[in-house]
């Protein structure tokens, strides 16, 4: 009797009564799902978790953006006033976003070292830039990111310098940059801030290069460690202390 | 329980088991994301290098190097619109930067010294107006034993100007100074210089008993506090165009462009004052008629400058 007092109390409650409760049931259920789902989600882009890329044998390639725009450009003349063309800040910004794809993209993407940069940076500015510099301006030797890369920044700002005759002879562009991607480094996502300017000029034929640089970096996520280091081109070679 | 109450409880475990899971790890990812989004990761690790150009422009980056800083009275570079000052250079100052040892040495030429061919050393500069700058160098070199690469020269009212659109500058005052003439009248400490004050502050030599003595050290002083108030600023690489492109319109350059004197304006201002040195060159009244000559001690003193550019024993 009393055992089928529930079966019978059921039985007792309006149909509809019976088919609401199930509907509420699956309702919640399935969005208590779709959340659990959605965060675990957001935790795959994370790079915190090597099983949510099991299905990785047909993933796409992870995206990269790179949006670093230009900013103000302005031009300061030690004789008569100059122009700062717009193929010229073209041309200036064209080797801030190459430098930015072959110095950061690249290296965070292959986890490879850098390759020939003689098209972005003079000799001088290069042989420091692949040198006692390099763990600051070439961001090689982190993890790998497997997961969205964002390149953003600040709009670029260009101050050109023309001599006494008005002709430009550089430019200065200022770099505010954020760079975040995802990692299989248990932990959190790498975030890299680089901020500073780049010294540029037009070598013999014409082309925008890197001349001279004024960056700071700080890096941190991906495990690691947090050790600092301070160099300076052009001071003594024992005033750069360690690397990464 | 009754059986049903005990489905509904398990129905209801069901459902907010995984909710609770969801926003336990919700709450975890938010944390962590909050954590990294901060401007400054906590821990970060931070770099800074500097790529300072100014060793790249003359050969070899290491190697020391002179320059030639000079200031006339000229009232404007057209000769015949300066009629109170034919543009004699009654301050010149030989700046010696030694990049290796981050540091520098101002010698401080007074006007009267005595040039090679037995002038006063502030004519050599109208004497060949075809080649000022690069006479005058030669004339100092002469003296200094120092090979200069660059002169930079300014007269009266560039002077004035430049040091107004750099925003004037802040300076240590020495010692009183009350002279009408110069228009200077300054109390001893801290104070900051507008063009016309500076300029003021460089000409005054009659409230010293040394004269010019005295006024050429303020001048090199003036220039050292010119350089850590630019510091003090912390210009970005735009700014230094800004000063440079300053620097240009109210000078005359010889050795160096535009473009070279960037690199040396970004190096300058890695320099710490402190490690520039200011000095009088020693000289005495034993030349012709109202002439300086270089004393015994200058020729120790300009051994240790000219060696390295700097000065290590003086």
Known sequence: ?244 | MTRQGRRRRAVAALVVSPLLCGILVAGLVSAAWLALGSPQPAGATWFQVTKLGSARFIGQPDQPFFVLAVGTGARSDDPNESHDDPGLADAVHVIGVNPALNAATIIDIPRDTEGPTGQKINSYIVSNPENDLRGMADAVSDVTGAPISYVIRVNFPNFVQMIDEMGGVDIDIPAPMNDEFSGAVFDPGPTHLNGDQALSFSRDRHSFTNGDLTRTSNQGLLLISALATLKARNPSGGDTVRLIATLGRHTKLDGIGVGELFHLGEYALTLDPANIKNVVLPVGNSGNGTNLAKTGDAASLLADFTDDAVLQNH
């Open chain 1, 1 to 244: 009797m009393d055992g089928a007092t529930p079966r019978a109390i059921r039985r007792d409650q309006p149909e509809r009564s019976r088919l609401l409760l199930g509907h509420r049931t699956r309702v919640v259920v399935a969005v208590s799902f779709a959340i659990v789902a959605t965060v675990f989600a957001g935790c795959s882009g994370g790079g915190s978790s090597d099983s949510s890329s099991t299905s990785s044998t047909a993933a796409p390639a992870a995206k990269t953006n790179l949006a670093v725009p230009m900013g103000e450009v302005v031009a300061d003349s030690a004789g008569p006033p100059a122009q700062f063309t717009p193929e010229q800040s073209q041309a200036v910004m064209k080797v801030v976003t190459d430098y930015l794809a072959v110095a950061t993209v690249f290296p965070l993407r292959t986890a490879k070292p850098v390759g020939d940069l003689s098209g972005l940076f003079d000799a001088g500015a290069l042989a420091a830039a692949t040198g006692v510099d390099r763990p600051v301006v070439l961001d090689e030797g982190l993890p790998k990111v497997t997961g969205v890369l964002d390149v953003v920044g600040q709009p670029v700002r260009i101050v050109a310098l023309a001599d006494q005759n008005g002709g430009i002879v550089l430019a200065t562009a200022t770099l505010d940059l954020d760079i975040q991607g995802a990692t299989k480094v248990p932990g959190s996502p790498l975030r890299i801030l680089r901020r500073g300017d780049l010294v540029l000029a037009p070598d013999a034929g014409g082309a925008w290069k890197v001349t001279g640089y004024n960056l700071a970096v700080a890096r941190a996520g991906a495990g690691l460690d947090p050790t600092t280091t301070t160099a300076a081109v052009g001071a003594t070679p024992q005033s750069a202390k360690g690397t990464r």
